[in-house]
């Protein structure tokens, strides 16, 4: 089965830079496959950060374009954001999200990490 594990997050000040990562286990070799960045603050919805494509397009959303990048790791099973000039608005906890269509790269579905926590104080 996929799964994901989020790791990178902390306290840091406005300013400050992060790296956040996303190890993904149970990939299907030969598939590509999609991910996705979500974060929620306490009392908030959930919210669309980015999206990293299998083919290498990246979108993000508008509160964190120009700040935040995508990246995967050369073994295809680990993704980073870079996060740069955080912000207090940027608290929350950041979840990775990939999602399968094709039967034969897994069962199908949307898959979700249990999250990493960002903390930015001004």
């Known amino acids: 089965q996929v799964q994901l594990l989020e790791s990178g997050g902390g306290s840091v000040q406005a300013g400050d830079s992060l790296k956040l990562s996303c190890e993904a286990s149970?990939?299907?070799?030969?598939?590509?496959?999609?991910f996705s960045w979500y974060r929620q603050a306490p009392g908030k919805e959930r919210e669309f950060v980015s999206s990293?494509?299998?083919?290498?397009?990246?979108n993000y959303a508008d509160s964190v374009k120009g700040r935040f990048t995508n990246a995967r790791g050369r073994d295809k099973n680990s993704l980073y954001l870079q996060m740069d000039s955080l912000k207090p608005e940027d608290t929350a906890r950041y979840y990775c999200?990939?999602?399968?269509?094709?039967?034969?790269?897994?069962?199908?579905?949307?898959?979700w990490g249990q999250g990493t926590q960002v903390t930015v104080s001004s």
């Open positions: 999200k990939t999602q399968v269509t094709v039967g034969i790269c897994g069962p199908k579905g949307d898959y």
């Open positions: 990293l494509y299998g083919g290498g397009r990246s």
């Open positions: 149970g990939l299907t070799f030969y598939c590509t496959y999609d």
